[in-house]
């Protein structure tokens, strides 16, 4: 597993179950079943919403772009304060956060097969 993976899961363990699944050079991470975060690009990124974004704009988070066919686009994922990294009351503090945000988007429909 990524070393990062594992120390959100160990920080987060009071809160709930960290589990990931890989995608495209990252991991989504789920905490307890809620997407709240991604760790992608050598770093973590908290999900997001239109209601916690002034929070993370006053802690000077940067949004989540990356390229697509020449054009900037963006995720409703916030970069993590550097505090999360070692320390576990940050990460605690700044997963709610995300947990938040997860737990307010709209549920996904299931792809019909």
Known sequence: ??????WVAEALAPMG???SRRMMGGHTLYLDGHVFAIAA???LWFKSDAISNPVW??????????????ETRTMNYRR???DVHDDE???RHWAGVALEASRRAPAKKKRKR
């Open 1 to 6: 597993m990524d070393p990062l993976v594992d």
């Open 17 to 19: 179950e960290v589990t």
């Open 41 to 43: 690009l050598d770093d």
């Open 57 to 70: 704009d006053a802690e000077g988070c940067d949004p989540f772009t990356y390229d697509a066919k020449g």
């Open 80 to 82: 993590a304060p550097s």
């Open 89 to 91: 009351d940050a990460m």
